[in-house]
């Protein structure tokens, strides 16, 4: 068996990578190989939205686009991710963080065209009459954020990617990469080697240990998070709302458009790749913070929870692209720190010109992963949850 | 019946979907509240139609989404919209076709809550840090299920000590298969009696809501509380699980197991099923017969092999018609199934008017509760219940003492649940208690001793593993002759009712997409993500896309049934001290 290129991992960045590799070069033999079924790490297990509003201009421009791209899957592949714009609102209590959100606005947000709006407590509350906003010292408004259906991006991926051809193997996890000299040869699956030019590592929380085995250490802590949802009521929390107060734990709460509420709080902090459980400190926690955000939630009950991963770069930013001390032929694009999923449509396009031409836009550049080596690390803290 | 009179059950949902016409594959009786979007595309009897097919049902729909919707017409979107609009809310809200259309989505979006049959949540709620009380309980042994097995285990451990707690998910009394009958057969009724006399703990309204990482919680429903366990060992007692197989063209009869047609008459009043034929020759049918004749319920038994002669005495006696050594089952092939056709080896035939059909064998334990543990292990249950057969000491897990107790008082005579509660029991305390040298009994004995008395129930186990490794379901269904899939108008058929997943929803994932393995159905269609969390849905998926795919079942696979196993409220919660 011999392909062009292998992607390890059908997750929505694999699969994205593939979706924009077969638009570009539709001939060429592509195969996934996913250890589960595709989406099985946080691809399904995420919070399902997108924001533009990042701490660092790298991050911003990249995610701008993103979302460009994210819009229009559904003219593109028929599959409508059923968006709902309805913004980020991100509830402030101390004043650094306050000049912190100014600063950014102004030397960062404003120049990309994506300005955020700051409210006093008094318009929060005029305009969110169901919050429990305490000693709030400001609200801030990101109008371009919101939901999409994170499920059917990945399937949308997925389907126009088999249509042209393209292999997705499920429950076929990768056991080694392959390398002779300093060339990419392939892969082994099932015991069995399959041959490739090229490899693209995009494993979600297990790349870290997929890199290790070829003596490349990323730096990546996967962090559980976990989520839950309540019985669905009248679509009332239009944006994600994220509260900052410092008991809250990193509380954020939205509303799906069929009704139910999710949210979580980053606690208990579990770090490493664990079984997807869920805790009961989670859930008393969460079920604390969020009745006191939002009283009328008291009486909803939970539905379901769940947990996923988040795989945390120390930078708090994804890697993409290859370093040119490793094995030819070997590229990632993982470390997304919470993001991947919004960040999928466009690091699927850049990867796609990059593993085929070599082209590296300038929007990549500073994702790459000679930045840890380099000393270029990005400067980017907001991550949510 | 020691002074608690069971509350009067008002009647679900389903109930009244069953006697609208509208089929449900799933059944979820414990969950009073429809869930689904699909409530305004309604074909029931009382509903409202308007023109170009669009109907709605009264009782959800207030007359502001009428008015909303007529005033969509009068923007001159054509009837065809209309009609994949109404289609489309079909899965939850995620099918696929309609939402392709950004206008649509983005119409869809601002009139989103006109859509949703849901309320507001009580916008009058002040912050305040008063919660409910949380219960805790510290006891040695904790059983989960108060019908005869759990009861019978308590009664065995209670020799050792008093120290048990038993949770009960009804409001009064026992629960499981006694609590359907009309009056709990007396070895029961002396038994709860004896239980309560030592001291033994019964909560009611309490339902075990599954394993978290950190803890074991239960919920007390009836007054909203959250109930703390620590206990030495847990024995897991939920009892069987009612499956409605798929038959040819499953819409009717009705089939489904005998629980869930006493369930259907007895518990909720349902009165449309007024003949049918029962396939015996597991438990008692004693008790379950006299419910449903004091009912006025015209019965017919049939058995595959001979029937028990304790069944033949009281069926002679009653004058209740029954057929034995059947080979073979045959619906009509009408839409409307009414008739049976029944053969047996002997050369009888026999050509029966029917409203439904229920059996007793073939059932699995525990589906809600095990359901949290280990999906690969649920199926295992779920398809064939046998791994009690397998493994007579219930021991699931090696270092966690909990145990299941695989015996169900609806399909195994009381005399054969009382020797496995023995057998259970002192292995558990053997364990649990860690007492060396105690007098266990030997399980291959017993093995062999169900595999000599009970013919029927060893060969239904066996037929279920066998179905399990072939992808054969049922053999009581003549599958020599493939059955048919609905090709028809099955849009009146539930898969997932609380997601209004429609059978052609899933063939349509399929025929469409080529998804066949569960997870993507449930990600694609939304099937199993609400209240029942697949624990009602996922067999019949499993069975549908085993049928049009080919695909064996250990493939297609199943979903995890997500925590917890009945929703809690928020502020329960909250007041979780760690």
């Known amino acids: 068996m011999k392909y062009d290129i292998i992607i390890v991992g059908g997750g929505v960045i694999g699969l994205s990578i593939a979706y ?19 989406g099985y790490g946080a691809s399904t297990r995420n919070g399902s939205h997108i924001r533009v509003h990042f701490w ?77 906003v305490g000693r709030l010292i400001a609200g801030v408004f990101g109008r371009e954020d919101g939901k999409i259906h994170h499920d059917f991006v990945t399937y949308a991926y997925a389907h126009k990617f088999m249509e042209k051809k393209g292999i997705i193997n499920e429950y076929t996890p990768v056991q080694k990469i392959l390398i002779d000299g300093n060339r990419v040869k392939g892969v082994i699956v099932s015991g069995k080697t399959i041959e490739a030019r090229k490899v693209v590592i995009a494993a979600g929380a297990w790349s870290k240990r997929i890199m290790k085995d070829i003596g490349i250490d990323l730096p990546l802590t996967p962090a559980r998070k976990e989520l839950s949802v309540l019985e669905p009521v009248k679509f009332f929390i239009k944006p994600l709302i994220i509260d900052m107060r410092e008991d809250s734990r990193g509380l954020y709460v939205c509303q799906t458009p069929r009704g139910e509420v999710m949210g979580s709080v980053d606690y208990p902090e579990i770090r490493g790749t664990y079984e997807f459980n869920n805790t009961l400190k989670y859930l008393s926690t ?13 009486k909803l009950r939970v539905l379901r929870v769940w947990s996923g991963d988040y795989n945390i770069s120390i930078d708090h930013s994804h890697i993409m692209g290859r370093d040119e001390e490793w094995p030819e032929g070997l590229y990632v694009a993982t470390g997304y720190s919470g993001h991947g999923f919004m960040m999928a449509p466009y690091t699927g396009y850049l990867m796609s010109k990059y593993i085929l031409n070599d082209y590296i836009h300038r929007d990549m550049e500073p994702f790459l992963p000679n930045r840890f080596r380099e000393g270029k690390l990005i400067k980017e803290v907001m991550v949510i949850g | 019946m020691d002074g608690d009179e069971p509350e009067p059950q008002s009647r679900p949902l389903s109930v009244k979907l069953l006697e609208d016409g509208i089929y449900i594959l799933s059944k979820s009786f414990k969950f009073k509240r429809p869930r689904g979007v699909r409530n305004l595309a309604w074909w029931g009897s009382e509903r409202i139609e308007l023109k170009n097919g669009y109907n709605i049902n009264p009782n959800i729909v207030d007359e502001k989404l009428i008015n909303e919707i007529v005033k969509i017409k009068k923007l001159g979107l054509s009837s065809k919209l ?87 998910g009804e409001k009064y009394g026992v629960g499981g298969y006694a609590s359907l009958l009309n009056g709990w057969p ?38 909203e509380q959250t109930i703390k366990i620590d206990a030495d060992a847990i024995i897991i007692a939920t009892g069987g699980y009612e499956i409605p197989p798929l038959f040819e063209n499953n819409d009717l009869p009705f089939i489904f197991s005998l629980t869930t047609l006493l369930k259907l008459i007895n518990k909720y009043g349902y009165t449309r099923l007024r003949k049918g034929v029962i396939i015996g020759g597991m438990g008692d049918l004693d008790k379950a017969l006299d ?141 649990a208690l860690n007492y060396e040298n105690y007098d266990i009994y030997d399980f291959a004995d017993a093995f062999n001793e169900i595999k000599s008395r009970y013919k029927e129930l060893y060969q239904a186990y066996v037929m279920m593993d066998a179905a399990y490794q072939d992808s054969k379901v049922y053999e009581y269904i003549d599958w020599e002759n493939p059955p048919t899939l609905f090709e028809g108008d099955a849009s009146s058929i539930f898969v997932c009712h609380d997601m209004d997943v429609l059978y052609k929803d899933i063939v349509r994932s399929y025929k469409e997409l080529g998804m066949w393995r569960m997870e993507h159905i449930k990600r694609y269609t939304g099937l199993g993500t609400g209240v029942c969390q697949g624990r009602d849905c996922q067999l019949n998926a499993a069975i549908i896309l085993n049928r049009i795919s080919g695909k064996k079942f250990l493939e297609i696979g199943i979903f995890r049934s997500r925590y917890p196993v009945m929703p809690q409220t928020l502020e329960s919660l909250a007041g979780v001290e760690e």
């Not at chain 2, 018609?321 to 619906?331: A, F, L, W």
């Not at chain 2, 295992?380 to 695989?406: A, C, M, V, W």
């Open chain 1, 20 to 38: 924009y590799l077969k638009k570009e070069s539709p001939s060429m033999k592509i195969a996934v190989y996913e250890a589960k079924y595709i």
């Open chain 1, 56 to 132: 660092s201009e790298p991050n911003v421009v990249f995610a701008i686009k993103s979302r460009k791209l994210m819009l229009s899957l559904g003219s593109e592949t028929g599959w409508n991710p059923i968006p709902y714009i309805g913004g980020y609102l991100w509830l402030i209590y101390d004043e650094e963080t306050y000049q912190t959100y100014r600063s950014t606005d102004k030397d960062i947000w404003k120049k990309y065209g994506v300005g955020v709006e700051f409210m006093d407590p008094s318009e929060v509350v005029e305009k969110y009459p169901y919050l429990n």
């Open chain 1, 286 to 298: 969460y079920a604390k913070a969020v009745t006191r955000l939002i009283p009328s939630l008291r």
């Open chain 2, 82 to 168: 209309i009609w994949s609009f109404r289609d489309s809310l079909g899965a939850g809200f995620y099918h696929k076709k309609i939402f392709r259309n950004k206008l649509v989505w983005s119409l869809f979006t601002k009139m989103i809550n006109k859509f949703l049959p849901y309320p507001y949540p009580d916008m009058s709620q002040s912050p305040n840090t008063t919660y409910p009380l949380q219960i805790n309980i510290d006891s040695k042994f904790l059983i989960i299920g108060g019908g005869i097995s759990g009861l019978k285990i308590a009664d065995e451990l209670s020799k050792e000590t008093r120290s048990i707690v038993i949770l009960e």
């Open chain 2, 186 to 223: 007396k070895k029961i009724q002396t038994l709860y009696n004896k239980l309560r006399r030592k001291g033994i703990k019964v909560i009611n309204a309490a339902v075990f809501q599954g394993f978290l990482e950190d803890a074991y919680i239960a919920y007390k429903y009836d007054t």
């Open chain 2, 291 to 431: 419910t449903l004749i004091e009912k006025g319920v015209n019965i017919t038994v049939i058995y595959r092999n001979q029937a028990p002669q304790k069944d033949r005495e009281y069926l002679d006696k009653h004058g209740i018609n029954y057929v034995e050594e059947v080979e073979k089952i045959r619906t009509s092939d009408t839409l409307r199934v009414k008739k049976l056709l029944i053969h047996s080896s002997r050369g009888e035939k026999l050509n029966l008017d029917v409203d439904f059909v229920a059996y007793t064998p073939i059932v699995s334990p525990d589906k809600e509760v095990v359901a949290q543990l280990n999906p690969k292990y649920v199926f295992d249950t779920r398809l064939g219940g046998y791994i009690p057969l397998h493994n007579l000491s219930g021991e699931i897990f090696r270092d966690k003492n909990i145990y299941l107790s695989g015996i169900s008082g609806g399909y195994f005579p009381i005399d054969t649940i009382e020797k496995y509660a023995a057998i259970q029991a002192r292995y558990i305390i053997s364990k």
